[in-house]
């Protein structure tokens, strides 16, 4: 086994190149940079870190030394104080919680939000095999505290099959709520429509796009 040690521009950077013959040396090299690390770690009380770099062209392999995480030291980035938030602002928030839960009531007691049975038998299967497409973003079910789970009937093509785009659409923007919230709202990307008239409209490339770019913040 032939050991080169190389320099970096910072002399304590320094790395063990190993062009190793076989597997096993190399293997039984990484487990002794493992131990020294974890020796390291415990002594030191945070974490270490060491870098292992595979260069298949040159058929050669590179452990860096072992090194501590200063970013990682207590007290390395001191966390200000923060107050607790005062009267005002509490009962602030607690209009906001309010006005946000009879919101969402609202929206779950509007025309044609269908029960889970009612849903059900409007697709023609089972409570169970709906509550199941839900939890895998194949139909929209929103969640409501009192009311249990709400299935916009709009959700449905003119065959009467959840529209196609739907498990994408959970996919980008993560939550059923945002999926209601991007489909009932008009968007610039999609011309000024909302997102579900462009689904009635069969344009799924254009939604994904606009959907895209309301999950990365990009509200153009």
């Not at 002399?11 to 190399?26: E, G, I, T, Y």
């Not at 009879?102 to 509007?110: G, H, S």
């Not at 923007?173 to 999926?179: C, R, Y």
């Amino acid at each position: 086994m032939s050991v080169t040690k190389t320099v970096a521009s910072d002399s304590s950077n320094v790395a063990l190149s190993m062009k190793l013959p076989r597997r096993a040396d190399f293997e039984k090299a990484l487990i002794r940079q493992y131990a020294k690390a974890v020796q390291l770690s415990r002594k030191a009380g945070h974490q270490v870190s060491f870098r292992v770099v595979v260069d298949p062209l040159a058929g050669a392999q590179t452990i860096s030394v072992v090194e501590e995480e200063p970013a990682l030291r207590e007290n390395a980035f001191p966390v200000e104080s923060v107050a607790d938030p005062d009267d005002e602002l509490q009962a602030a928030l607690a209009t906001a919680r309010e006005r946000g839960r009879r919101r969402v009531a609202e929206i779950l007691a509007e025309d044609g939000m269908l029960s889970a049975d009612a849903f059900a038998d409007l697709l023609g299967m089972s409570r169970v095999t709906v509550n199941t497409k839900r939890q895998n973003g194949q139909v929209l079910g929103l969640d409501g505290a009192k009311r249990g789970f709400r299935f916009p009937a709009w959700q449905l093509d003119r065959d009467g099959r959840p529209y196609a785009a739907l498990p994408k659409l959970h996919a980008i923007l993560g939550s059923a709520w945002a999926v209601y919230r991007f489909l009932v709202t008009p968007h610039g990307a999609l011309d000024g429509r909302t997102g579900l008239v462009a689904l009635k409209r069969g344009h799924d490339d254009e939604i994904l796009a606009a959907a895209e770019s309301v999950a990365h913040g990009d509200f153009r």
